[in-house]
Structure formats: structure tokens, C-alpha cells
């Protein structure tokens, strides 16, 4: 069971982990090559979705993943993220996950680190 957490904030990150094992943090300071990035606020990316998919088709063919269990985020970016994209379900959809967790800001940040 593969979950992934996703922090959109400044120094932005998602976390991908399979069966309570963390596999890789990947910043995407380091995937843009820009400093202190995000995907939703703090310098965010251009195209914030084509960022995600590109992050997440790395994650697919790296691990292997078709789905998530969970995804993780914290309660800013969801609101924010479900407005951008529909609704909840088309952005579950989106990333390819079964439920949501919905965390506070600071938990956002450990959860993505």
C-alpha cells in the first residue's frame, strides 16, 4: 500500500511511502531548480499541475505505483487545491488516490519531510 503526502507551501515536498516505510522525500526546490519553490504559495511553480504529473510519473516509474491508499496534505492546500481542480473527487482522481487525510499547516511540513 503506497501513500503520498504532499506539502505545496514554501519548500515544497511530497513524500511517497509503501507499507509505513518512507521511500524518497523529494523536494521540489531540487526537481524545479529553483530555491525555496512551491507549488501553491511561497514562489510557486508556472504550471503547478504539469509539476505534479511530471512528479508523479517519476514516482510510477521509479516505485511502480498505479494508486494510492492516502494522500496527505494539509488543510490550506486542500481547500485550495479542490477549488482548482473541481472538486475533491476529480482531484483524488487526479493523483491517483483512494482517500484523503487532511492534516494541519505545521503537520503538513513534517508529513512532507
Do not use: C
Not at 508523479?56 to 516505485?63: A, E, G, P
Amino acid at each position: 500500500m503506497f501513500n503520498l503526502s504532499v506539502y505545496s507551501g514554501h519548500n515544497a515536498s511530497f513524500t511517497i511511502a509503501k507499507d509505513d516505510k518512507v521511500l524518497e522525500v523529494l523536494e521540489v526546490e531540487r526537481f524545479l531548480n529553483y530555491k525555496n519553490s512551491g507549488l501553491l504559495w511561497y514562489l510557486p511553480a508556472h504550471d503547478p499541475k504539469k509539476v505534479i504529473k511530471s512528479i508523479l510519473d517519476y514516482f510510477q516509474k521509479k516505485y511502480n505505483v498505479d494508486v494510492y491508499e492516502n494522500l496527505i496534505t494539509n488543510q490550506d492546500d486542500t481547500r485550495t487545491y479542490i477549488n482548482n481542480f473541481g472538486g475533491q473527487k476529480t482531484w483524488l482522481e487526479f493523483f491517483n488516490a483512494k482517500n484523503l487525510i487532511e492534516v494541519f499547516h505545521q503537520e503538513g511540513h513534517s508529513y512532507g519531510a
